[in-house]
């Protein structure tokens, strides 16, 4: 993977052209303000970066070369140039104590998730991220650009500043974009691609490493991107580190390999990179042939169980909603209701003995090849 170089934009005063386009009167003058707030706090240069994830670009702006860093690892493998106009901005600051200045939710607006400490809202165009409360972000999903801020003390690692602080508005203002984020692991062989969606704990990361060490392609172990190419829906790679617990440690004796543990404390588990293991194994993008619900069972031998696609997607959804946006939940819909036609979908009872796994997703794999060989189109 390629590590995207951070680049420090020269200092310039509020107005610039960039900004420009951001306080005009197409812009929200909500977003605006906090940008010109947050760039108050800036002592020198702003750290900035550009990605460009599969035609989608982000370019970011913050105050914190922590926060630079943690972006700039989190889409490592998606590195843009800062020449190309971005589809995104996303400005985040960090303070020392956050106040009313820096992003208050509105008493009208109205809750669209609730996660215990991490809230959102909407109203308008406008989102809100709450988290707990020391940090918030609004997002503009019309002009397609957010600012938020947060205390320094909350961004004690990089999983917070990127799980907490940055993913969950951009990923929302990427379904503006067109794609769409599904909790999901994918695996890739013979340029067909199997999806594994479940909750954490359900043993995706375990089927993952257990399927590359068999000579599958990774597209991830916990995000794919879809949406709709030429009528078919397209899984997309988003490669983050896989996280694994002390149990799939001493589960898969290849782990112990593995130089570069990050610790996540929070989670009780540690992240690695998949290719410090086995190099290329990352793949674009791929047709997804199978939709599996994996679940560990408390058997020796791996086993497989059809189900209806009205029932896939009535999981899928729970999956593919990180919150229901009124904006893009229509387009969301249709995006999982379409993946739902076009593969096969299973229940996935995952033994004690993962080296049969391979075998029992290969055999999947053919049964759908075969499948659409003999109706010569996928099936509604």
């Not at 769409?180 to 909750?199: E, I, N, Q, T």
């Not at 599958?216 to 694994?244: C, H, Q, W």
């Not at 796994?357 to 053919?366: A, E, H, P």
């Amino acid at each position: 993977m390629i590590l995207l170089h951070l680049v420090r934009l020269a200092s310039r005063p509020t107005a610039t052209p960039e900004h420009d386009a951001l306080i005009s009167d197409n812009d929200s003058s909500a977003i605006a303000e906090l940008v010109r707030r947050g760039q108050q706090t800036i002592n020198g240069s702003p750290e900035a970066g550009a990605f460009n994830l599969h035609g989608v670009r982000t370019r970011t702006e913050t105050n914190s070369q922590e926060v630079a860093r943690a972006l700039v690892e989190f889409m490592r493998a998606f590195p843009g140039s800062d020449e190309d106009e971005p589809d995104i901005r996303v400005h985040l600051f960090t303070v020392d104590t956050l106040d009313e200045t820096m992003g208050t939710v509105p008493s009208d607006a109205v809750m669209l998730y609730d996660w215990g400490k991490v809230r959102i809202y909407h109203k308008g165009p406008l989102r809100y991220l709450e988290v707990d409360t020391r940090a918030r972000v609004v997002a503009d999903v019309e002009q397609r650009v957010l600012a938020g801020f947060a205390e320094k003390e909350l961004l004690q690692s990089d999983w917070l500043v990127t799980n907490l602080f940055f993913y969950p508005l951009w990923g929302q203002l990427l379904k503006e974009s067109g794609l769409f984020p599904l909790h999901a692991a994918g695996l890739v062989k013979d340029g067909r691609s199997c999806l594994f969606l479940g909750r954490s704990g359900s043993g995706k990361s375990t089927l993952t490493v257990q399927l590359v060490k068999s000579g599958y392609g990774l597209l991830s172990d916990d995000t794919v991107f879809l949406r709709e190419k030429d009528g078919m829906v397209e899984a997309l790679s988003f490669p983050e580190e896989i996280n694994v617990t002390e149990q799939t440690v001493r589960l898969i004796p290849e782990l112990s390999r593995v130089q570069n543990f990050t610790v996540n404390e929070l989670r009780d588990k540690s992240s690695f990179s998949i290719e410090e293991l086995y190099p290329d194994c990352v793949v674009d993008s791929s047709l997804p042939a199978l939709m599996v619900f994996p679940e560990i069972a408390e058997v020796e031998t791996t086993t497989s169980a059809p189900m209806s696609r009205t029932e896939a997607l009535a999981l899928a959804m729970r999956y593919g909603y990180f919150f229901l946006d009124p904006s893009t939940t229509g387009r969301h819909f249709e995006i999982l209701s379409l993946l739902a036609r076009q593969t096969s979908c299973y229940h996935l009872y995952s033994g004690s003995n993962q080296e049969d796994l391979g075998q029992v997703i290969d055999g999947l794999l053919t049964a759908s090849l075969e499948r659409d060989q003999s109706s010569g189109e996928r099936k509604e």
